[in-house]
């Protein structure tokens, strides 16, 4: 941590490969940087790593709310704060809100998903991590302020899964 790294985690494979548990109190206790990803052995959802991360941490130090911080008590919040923070620092792009010269990079979510539909949008993203329940509350995601996320899905979603298939029957094929 003091050497400014960021932690890479990806809580998911961590869990399946049967890793163990990150000390994350530890590592934001000296002031360490940390972010979410995937290497796509488990899954690539965003909300669900971070539902992992908490939870995982919950169950090493016995409490609640182990990753809200107090400039932010909102858990779902303050990991997605943190984790948007480490992954800019991450990959050398500055983040510094809405405003004048930075990226136009935002997610949008579907407020009519289950998950989310009758919250007020300050308790959304919260239903988004803790109750999305491995589907998908995501209605858009702009990068560089290009849409590459439509209506909760991807242009190449079909080529895609078809990829996917048809790699995995090559694997299973003797």
């Known amino acids: 941590a003091r050497s400014g790294a960021v932690a890479g985690l990806c809580p998911t ?3 399946n490969l049967g890793d163990g548990l ?9 002031g360490g940087a940390w972010g979410v990803g995937s290497d796509s052995h488990v899954c690539v959802n965003a909300a669900e790593e ?25 858990v779902a919040t303050a990991m997605t704060l943190a984790a948007v923070a480490g992954g800019a ?15 136009a990079d935002f997610v949008v979510l579907d407020p009519n998903h289950t ?15 803790f109750a999305s329940h ?7 995601v702009i990068t560089a302020g290009q849409e590459r996320v439509a209506q ?7 080529e895609a899964a078809a990829a996917f298939v048809a790699a995995r029957s090559q694997l299973l094929t003797p």
Request: hydrophobic share 40%.
């Open 50 to 74: 971070l539902l992992m991360l908490e939870y995982s941490q919950r169950l090493a130090t016995r409490q609640r709310n182990v990753c809200a911080t107090p400039a932010q008590p909102s």
């Open 115 to 129: 998950a989310l539909a009758g919250l007020d949008a300050a308790d959304q993203l919260s239903a988004h991590v």
């Open 134 to 140: 491995r589907s998908n509350a995501v209605a858009q």
């Open 89 to 103: 620092q991450a990959s050398g792009r500055p983040v510094a809100g809405l405003q004048a010269g930075q990226s």
């Open 22 to 30: 990150f000390d994350l109190p530890r590592w934001r206790s000296h």
């Open 13 to 15: 494979t961590e869990a």
């Open 152 to 158: 909760g899905r991807h242009p190449l979603h079909d």
